[in-house]
């Protein structure tokens, strides 16, 4: 069963970046079969779909936050991470790791626990 | 692009049925039938109920089911547990771009 787990610090300072992780367990993230990426929640706010990423190294951003965002991966440490630079207090939130698969991508399928960062200096 | 409208709480006695409803604009929806709705236990993975408005992944008992009309889509579970109690998010996919989505606000739900 495929299961995903985040890590990374939980607090960053304003204006450094962000830096998380996702470990898959269960299958190659290298397979053509899915799509990674991340999706996170602010306190008291709604669900955001930041960035995703294909095993061919095709990246998807959300546009608000393209230019900010570099989602990569590992296949030798079944990884793949994000980066989200010059952060503020509006990127305090709870990140998940999702996995798609490549002929549902209309619905993020399988969820990690998440991780709360916090921005504050 | 705001968030779909949930209702903030529902509440239902064991064995009873709840309805969720999930409420937004036509370019929410994209004129797509992609609606898809999440489980969430506080501190675990957010779990898929139901994907394209009404099919269930391998696993998710019947109890839950999905529907929708005009711009409204619907999470109805049947025969309420206590394990029923957690946050419920409906997702729809609007099609403007690739991976482009709008998340509910939430829903709490309690087994009374």
């Known amino acids: 069963q495929l299961q995903l787990q985040e890590s990374g610090p939980g607090l960053v300072k304003p204006s450094e970046t962000l830096s998380l992780t996702c470990t898959v367990s269960g299958d190659s993230i290298s397979s053509s079969t899915y799509y990674w990426g991340w999706i996170r929640q602010p306190p008291g706010k709604g669900l955001e779909w930041i960035g995703s990423?294909?095993?061919?190294?095709?990246?998807y951003y959300n546009p608000s936050l393209k230019s900010r965002v570099t989602i990569s991966m590992d296949t030798s440490k079944n990884r793949f991470s994000l980066k989200l630079n010059s952060v503020t207090a509006a990127d305090t939130a709870v990140y998940h790791c999702?996995?798609?698969?490549?002929?549902?991508?209309?619905?993020?399928?399988?969820w990690g626990q998440g991780t709360l960062v916090t921005v504050s200096s | 692009q705001s968030a779909l409208t949930q209702p903030r709480s529902v509440s239902g006695s064991p064995g009873q049925s709840v309805t969720i409803s999930c409420t937004g604009t036509n370019s929410d929806f994209g004129g797509y039938d992609y609606v898809s709705w999440y489980q969430h236990h506080p501190g675990q993975a957010p779990k898929l109920l139901t994907y394209?408005?009404?099919k269930r992944p391998s696993g998710v008992q019947d109890r839950f089911s999905g529907s929708k009309s005009g711009n409204t889509a619907s999470l109805t579970i049947s025969g309420l547990k206590a394990e029923d109690e957690a946050d419920y998010y409906c997702c729809s996919y609007t099609g403007s771009y690739t991976f482009n989505y709008v998340f509910g606000t939430g829903t709490k739900v309690t087994v009374l």
């Open positions: 394209d408005v009404n």
């Open positions: 990423i294909y095993y061919s190294g095709s990246t």
């Open positions: 999702v996995l798609w698969f490549g002929y549902l991508l209309s619905t993020p399928f399988s």
